[in-house]
């Protein structure tokens, strides 16, 4: 079990009203799941996210990550699991300005000891050529699409071997073809590089990529389902290119 | 963080607001290099007057008449006339610390060679005098004791007499000149001396036995002062205390009585002097400080700036793993980079600006590694202090409330 939470709540005090962003949610997932979050525009999506990746934390309840309580750690062992254990994609890529793709690929490796500047350099190579972006290390995030800047994201969110990855919307600035590339590499990470992934959409036609599906609305679970018709991004994509091709012989 | 990232952190920072991070460091670089300028300024103007003093015979003690309540009237010191004769008789004999004494009667007048005039100082001294001075000759002899028995009418000439009174460069050892309508031959030409601390020109003087200006010109039994010399540095003061007790004996005062003469050292009028280049100095120095400080606030405002723009930024380290003294090093190190390179660029202003006036003002500068050591620790110091609390505030920041910064 990676993630074990139980009875979470959590609150924003907006002046005299409370705003119950999370109402009493509770949910694991293993090891090696490709979890897809859902729910309408303020359901609550990012914040469990955001207590997920264990940069805000819970009104009330409990939060297991890899078996260790949350709560009891100090504000620099979090930033230790920030750093080596989890990985975080946002939908605005979040990409240093000015600074080259591969520069940013290696900043979380500036804040890990171990690694040497060659190894970091090294690393960072290698990470940016799985999300296929080799060609473009040393271009900045202005001279790169969307597509590209997310997968540059995407290598920063992998370069120090997460044990899970956490999007919110990663594909919510994606034109469709664009959003199965992005699809296709996550299903990747998951079946071939075995990382848990929890995904956080509002889009029906991405919660499709994953086997599991834990819907929100109002801060309440209102659905935890499997999917039992996985769609393969990697054939959604050639289906995609052939009727290009049907279209423009 | 390794430092060396921190570091390369910062500098990425700053080459990316080139224009911005320059402006900042003006200020550093004014101050600093006015530290450096002003001390050097300070310093140099300290020594000259040092080697000037010192120059003038490092031992040597002048002893002059004081003016004395006689019979209520207090006398200007000019006229006073209380060292005579016997008080070097009564040195000479008692005083062991002494080396060498002279008297010392002047008196001005025109010295006349052909046509040519000029309006000089005639000192009559003995023929210590020179050596008392640490004054060598050019050309030429020192007259001698039996030249100061007789009175001669022999002289030793400074290099402005010289140059005045031949001026077409003829040797002037041998020539006899008139001073006051005495002919006096020129035995001796003395080297050149230079201005002293006050400004004066040392080489406008001719020297002659005390005797002949007192025979000759002043009909006066009396001396302006008493030159002598310590037998070395350290006997100075001693030199002192013994010339003060053979005086009073001398001139026969009763306890309680004030001294009718003063006795004046080289280190106290050393002392007098840089003390007040001292106060020069610190005042400079505060100035220019004042500046440093001012620079600082300049980047301290700077640094505000900058970790509110780069808050999104801050937010987004922080969610791939830096922790707050991370993100703290980060700003304080950019700091005290941008108060450390404008310290080097002030220093070498500094340098510059000193070489400047030296070299157009013809003022006396004297850089000194002190100053360079201090003003350079006074800019990390400037880093450190007024780069701690934007640093601060950028590591307190919520990693997500710093990412949804817009
Ligand atoms: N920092 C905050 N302060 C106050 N209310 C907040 C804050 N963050 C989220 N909320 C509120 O919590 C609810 C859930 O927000 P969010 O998790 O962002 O929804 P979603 O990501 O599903 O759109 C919303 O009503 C939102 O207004
Ligand atoms: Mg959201």
Redesign the pocket.
Known sequence: MIVDIRNLRRE?R?GEEM?R?LNDISFTITAGEFVTIM??????????LNIMDCLDRPTSGEYFLDGVDVSQLSKNELAGYHNRKLGFIFQAYNLLARTSALENVELPLMYNKKFSPRQRRDKAMETLKNVRLADRMHHMPSQLSGGQQQRVAIARALVNDPVMVLA?EATGNLDSRTSYEIMMLIQELNEMHGKTIVF?T?EPDIALFSKRTIT?RD?KIIKDANNNHVRNAKEVLANLASLTEIQNP | MKIVNLLRIALRAIRRNKMRSFLTMLGIIIGVGAVIAMIAIGQGSKQSIQSQITAMGSNMITIRPNSNIQGGARMDAGNVQTLSEPDVTALRNNAASISALSPLVSARGQAINGPDNWTSSLQGVSSDYLSIRSWPLKEGVVFTDQDVKAATKVCLVGQTVASNLFPNGDDPVGKTIRFKNIPFRIIGLLDKKGENAFGQDQDDIILTPFTTVQKRISATIYYQAIFASAINDQSTSNAVDEIQQILRTSHRLQKGMDDDFTVRTQAELISTFTSTSQILTVLLAVIAGISLVVGGIGIMNIMYVSVTERTKEIGLRMSVGARGVDILMQFLIEAIVISITGGLIGVVLGIAATRGVSLFLHWPTLITQSSVVLSFMVCFITGVFFGYYPALKASRLDP??ALHYE
Do not use: Q
């Open positions: 924003f907006m705003v962003a729910g309408s525009s303020g359901s609550g999506k990012t914040t469990l919110d956080v509002h929100l801060g | 997500i409330e």
